[in-house]
RNA sequence: GUGCCUGUAGCUCAGUUGGUUAGAGCGCCUGGUUGUGGUCCAGGAGGUCGCCGGUUCAAAUCCGGUCAGGCACCCCA
């Protein structure tokens, strides 16, 4: 009979409670920041309906066509394990009818999941934290949730580890004339341009702009810019964006590279990126989506927000915080069954009244000292026959090793104030 | 999906041009302490050298495949 495989499948990983604390550094910071700016926690399912993701990230890009985990149901549905939350967020949205609740803002953490090749900060299933912003279409929205982002990593230490990049995609008639323009100019350099890059020519001409290829950036130097095309209602637009987070000391870079696959994304782009964590940089991404809601059948609703890995987020906060221990428990160390009796009832005293505990489940003293040394306990309680008689307990500083007997009675009490 | 690098004890790693019973530190266990941890001392357990196959008298070491991790690309958080 074969041994059943124990690992866990490619690309995901055991979370251990030192490993799931420091995710959990990430995702409380924040949700309190979130909450603190007016958003509220939302949770939407898991997997959806394929269309849910394939209508709105359209079927060129690569997360739909081939990073999905899609599978049929024993019913027979098109199911899909979400990649990534705001069209989640944005059904939710839809199918509740809260168009008249506008504006909305939302705050989510939790797992997605994308058929990737793994790498360090890239795994196949990862989790995010994200916000989103329905139904405010002027800047101010675009600069609240920009500045949420700042003020989490800047929470977690981090702010000055990363770059805040910015750039506008413009309006629909800008898009479509830099589009243009754009074909057009590259159409006439196509034998300079690297494979990857004919095949963007016909999918997603502004990715061309984002090309790591020597020869694609000497071409990109020379192709028109963004900024010629803007209409004056989508430069007003990002110079509101900008001067919002000048007044708010926001520190940003323009970076006219920095484009979005997707057709519903509009005016402002945004990342944060650091250069600790490889060409896994990007810690925080997000954007304008003005108009995802229409294209998933909904009322028109603007829309901002972003996402952040915390994965490497997590990675980062390492760097840049002490680590995380677990909270220092009040450790019991009984001798013998009647003092181990007594114990188990103090620790569910202690418990109740909110104190860390730790007791064992066997051993001699010496093995619950360990015990106590191992859990980093400031304080054990050492029960045994002599003290019992006398109504008392040796109360153990695990610091200092000083030693005192306390009464029985009431030693909750002298716990807590040592807790 | 493409290219490259790596894979030895729970962890971090050593292992000479292929050559006997594969090592170290940390961690773990036992004892020194019949009621005292963390320090110290002594001893001990733990490895099909990722897996499968090949070359060879002989493979951790060379070759092929495969799985996994990593780096870059692609894409993205």
Redesign the pocket.
């Known amino acids: 009979m074969s041994v059943m495989s124990v690992?866990p499948v490619?690309?995901t990983v055991d979370l251990f409670p030192d490993d799931s604390r420091r995710h959990r550094r990430v995702s409380e910071t924040a949700r309190e920041l979130a909450e603190r700016y007016g958003f509220g926690e939302i949770n939407t399912p898991i997997f959806e309906f394929t269309d849910v993701f394939a209508r709105t990230l359209g079927d060129v890009?690569?997360?739909v066509t081939k990073?999905m985990y899609t599978f049929e149901d024993r019913g027979g549905e098109h199911l899909t394990l979400r990649p990534?939350n705001t069209a989640g967020v944005m059904r939710a949205f839809i199918a509740a009818k809260l168009q008249n609740a506008l504006p909305l803002k939302y705050f989510y953490s939790g797992p997605m999941f994308?058929y990737?090749?793994?790498?360090?900060?890239?795994?196949r299933q990862?989790h995010?934290i994200g916000v989103e912003l329905f139904g405010v279409p002027g800047p101010a929205a675009d600069v609240e949730v920009i500045a949420l982002g700042a003020q989490v990593l800047a929470a977690l230490n981090m702010l000055d580890q990363t770059v805040l990049h910015l750039n506008t995609l413009g309006d629909t008639p800008s898009r479509d004339a830099y589009r243009a323009a754009l074909i057009d100019y590259f159409s006439g350099h196509k034998d300079q341009l690297s494979e990857?890059s004919l095949g963007?020519l016909e999918k997603n001409p502004l990715?061309i702009l984002?090309?790591?290829?020597k020869n694609d950036r000497a071409v990109v130097e020379a192709a028109p810019v963004f900024d010629d095309y803007l209409t004056g209602e989508a430069a007003d637009f990002f110079a509101e964006v900008r001067q919002g987070l000048d007044d708010l000391g926001v520190a940003y870079i323009r970076d006219p590279r920095l484009v979005r696959?997707l057709d519903y994304y509009c005016h402002t782009a945004f990342?944060f990126v650091t250069d600790a964590l490889?060409?896994?940089g990007?810690?925080?991404?997000g954007g304008r989506y003005d108009g995802l809601a229409e294209i998933m059948g909904g009322p028109a609703t603007a829309g901002v927000g972003w996402?952040?890995?915390i994965?490497?987020l997590a990675m980062l906060a390492d760097q840049t915080m002490e680590e995380l221990e677990a909270p220092r428990p009040v450790a019991l160390a009984p001798?013998g069954d009647a003092a181990d009796r007594r114990l188990r009832q103090l620790a569910y005293e202690l418990r109740g009244a909110g104190i860390v505990t730790d007791i064992g489940y066997s051993g001699?003293?010496?093995?619950r000292?360990?015990r106590?040394?191992?859990v980093n306990a400031h304080t054990?309680v050492?029960l045994?026959?002599?003290?019992l008689v006398k109504g008392m307990a040796?109360l153990?500083d695990?610091?200092s090793?000083e030693?005192q007997e306390v009464p029985l009675d009431g030693i909750a009490a002298v716990l807590a104030a040592r807790s």
């Open positions: 690992r490619r690309g890009s690569d997360v990073e990534e994308r990737e090749r793994p790498q360090k900060g890239r795994q990862f995010q990857d963007r990715r984002d090309s790591k290829d696959g990342e490889g060409a896994q990007t810690v925080i991404g996402a952040g890995g994965e490497r001798i001699n003293l010496k093995r000292m360990a106590a040394a191992k054990a050492i045994g026959d002599d003290e040796t153990r695990m610091e090793g030693q």
